[in-house]
């Protein structure tokens, strides 16, 4: 069996190791219930009550109000000495309210419960209002309407301006970075589980005698990464679920554009991916030199991804088009997420994109060669943590 089947095949074993399409179907059914509770729960409440509210008015030729077709406020001009008898009949529930208008400007509303159409009401008699100063002052409503016409300016932006970013694209952009922050850390842990446990359980020895230290490790990291890479298209699939149903149930979740170019979702694609490869070489060789997860205070070095990515939202949702921006495209540690943000939220030159990618292949490819080296020598150790600067030595030597 040749080198490179043998890496297929530890890769193949440890993808399925982790990987259950049962649990990846129940994600999407979760999914699926989530968003059918919350935006048929929000559409249930945001449903206003069509139920007509009949309410009678005293006084109504002080301010006559008209109100428009399709309104569910129904009201009933009422005689003065009707009112001893409407206000028993609010107490009994029999009509929804009584109107006194005491002037143009004050009015007094009698209800049994909390009047939910009190400001529908109010607008309307604010209208109302509004048309008797104008008729008292001889102002004709289109000479009014004139001179309270707000004033309006047309911002056009240059043709090589950058455009202010949108509340959707800021949203989008957190979405992308979030999700490949969790599945890194995803795959992060089940490499710390499997390298350790496989550690404690002395079954490298007998593995490492069968095949060799650098095959292992690269079917550990390409069968972690592809089971975390899974994981991250079931995460998308979900999210486009939940704004799928955002828009059944209402006029739905905006998604900007530029997330939707086969070309930007390929390229995010092959981040997400670089990104688990670059983390997962690192971080397997960390876990080859850690002999108790739950005493060493190595363990703690899986949050590391966290820092970067942080910073990198912060600078992206301010300005994605700064040097410093550009630098962190395409410097290795910080290319995943930088970049990612940066081709949802403005354009990126494509000399850009290919040194980001160029730049994290070659950091992947030397750090596989490092983790293999460390990883040969960290199994084999127990008791003693190798220090930092004994790792450091095996990378020289690497």
Same mark, same amino acid.
């Given at each position: 069996?040749?080198?490179?089947? $043998?890496?297929?095949?530890?890769?193949?074993?440890?993808?399925?190791?982790?990987f259950?399409?049962?649990?990846?179907?129940?994600?999407?059914?979760?999914?699926l219930? $989530?968003?059918?509770?919350?935006?048929g729960?929000i559409?249930?409440?945001g449903?206003?009550?069509?139920?007509p509210?009949?309410?009678?008015?005293?006084?109504?030729? =002080?301010?006559?109000?008209?109100?428009?077709?399709?309104?569910?406020?129904?009201?009933?001009?009422?005689?003065?000495?009707?009112?001893?008898t409407?206000?028993?009949?609010?107490?009994?529930?029999?009509?929804?309210?009584?109107?006194?208008?005491?002037?143009t400007?004050?009015?007094?509303?009698?209800?049994?419960? =909390?009047?939910?159409?009190?400001?529908?009401?109010?607008?309307?008699l604010?209208?109302?209002?509004?048309?008797t100063?104008?008729?008292?002052?001889?102002?004709?409503?289109?000479?009014?309407?004139?001179?309270?016409?707000?004033?309006?300016?047309?911002?056009?932006?240059?043709?090589?301006?950058?455009?202010?970013?949108?509340?959707?694209?800021?949203?989008?952009?957190?979405?992308?970075?979030?999700?490949?922050?969790?599945?890194?850390? @995803?795959?992060?842990?089940?490499?710390?589980?499997?390298?350790?446990?496989?550690?404690?359980?002395?079954?490298?020895?007998?593995?490492?005698?069968?095949?060799?230290?650098?095959?292992?490790i690269?079917?550990?990291?390409?069968?972690?990464?592809?089971?975390?890479?899974?994981?991250?298209?079931?995460?998308?699939?979900?999210?486009?679920?939940?704004?799928?149903?955002?828009?059944?149930?209402?006029?739905?979740?905006?998604?900007?554009?530029?997330?939707?170019?086969?070309?930007?979702?390929?390229? @995010?694609?092959? =981040?997400?991916?670089?990104?688990?490869?670059?983390?997962?070489?690192?971080?397997?060789?960390i876990?080859?030199?850690?002999?108790?997860?739950n005493t060493?205070?190595?363990?703690?070095?899986?949050?590391?991804?966290?820092?970067p990515?942080?910073?990198?939202? =912060?600078?992206a949702?301010?300005?994605?088009d700064?040097?410093?921006?550009?630098?962190?495209?395409?410097?290795?540690?910080?290319?995943?997420a930088?970049?990612?943000?940066?081709?949802?939220?403005?354009?990126?030159?494509?000399?850009?994109?290919?040194?980001a990618?160029?730049?994290?292949g $070659?950091?992947?490819?030397?750090?596989?060669?490092?983790?293999?080296?460390?990883f040969? @020598?960290?199994?084999?150790?127990?008791?003693k943590?190798?220090?930092?600067?004994?790792? @450091?030595?095996?990378?020289?030597?690497?």
């Open positions: 069996m040749n080198k490179y089947r $043998i890496v297929f095949e530890i890769t193949k074993w440890e993808f399925f190791r982790w259950k399409l049962k649990d990846q179907i129940l994600t999407l059914l979760i999914s219930g $989530i968003s059918s509770v919350v935006w729960g559409a249930l409440l449903r206003p009550d069509r139920e509210v009949h309410v009678f008015v005293l006084n109504e030729q =002080l301010l006559p109000v008209a109100i428009p077709e399709g309104s569910r406020l129904v009201l009933h001009p009422a005689p003065a000495d009707s009112e001893q409407l206000r028993q009949a609010v107490g009994l529930r029999q009509i929804d309210g009584l109107l006194t208008l005491k002037s400007d004050a009015a007094e509303l009698l209800v049994y419960r =909390l009047p939910l159409w009190k400001s529908e009401l109010e607008q309307y604010t209208q109302a209002r509004i048309q100063r104008i008729r008292l002052l001889n102002i004709s409503p289109d000479q009014f309407s004139d001179a309270f016409r707000s004033f309006s300016i047309n911002v056009i932006f240059d043709e090589n301006a950058h455009k202010p970013l949108s509340l959707a694209e800021k949203i989008a952009a957190g979405i992308v970075i979030t999700l490949m922050l969790v599945s890194v850390i @995803l795959s992060l842990a089940y490499q710390f589980a499997a390298i350790t446990g496989e550690k404690q359980l002395r079954v490298t020895e007998q593995i490492i005698s069968a095949v060799s230290p650098q095959q292992w690269d079917g550990k990291i390409l069968g972690v990464s592809a089971y975390a890479f899974a994981s991250l298209i079931t995460y998308v699939i979900s999210i486009l679920i939940f704004v799928l149903f955002s828009g059944l149930f209402g006029p739905g979740l905006e998604i900007p554009v530029e997330i939707t170019q086969p070309y930007i979702i390929i390229l @995010l694609a092959f =981040l997400g991916l670089c990104g688990l490869l670059f983390w997962n070489t690192f971080f397997a060789a876990a080859a030199t850690i002999n108790d997860p060493s205070a190595r363990g703690s070095l899986i949050f590391l991804p966290v820092v990515t942080v910073i990198v939202v =912060l600078l949702s301010k300005n994605p700064t040097i410093l921006m550009q630098v962190l495209s395409v410097f290795p540690v910080t290319s995943p930088a970049l990612a943000s940066r081709l949802v939220l403005t354009e990126v030159p494509a000399w850009e994109i290919v040194a990618f160029i730049l994290l $070659i950091s992947i490819w030397f750090m596989r060669i490092v983790a293999g080296k460390i040969h @020598l960290g199994v084999l150790m127990y008791g943590e190798p220090s930092f600067k004994e790792i @450091l030595r095996w990378i020289r030597e690497a």
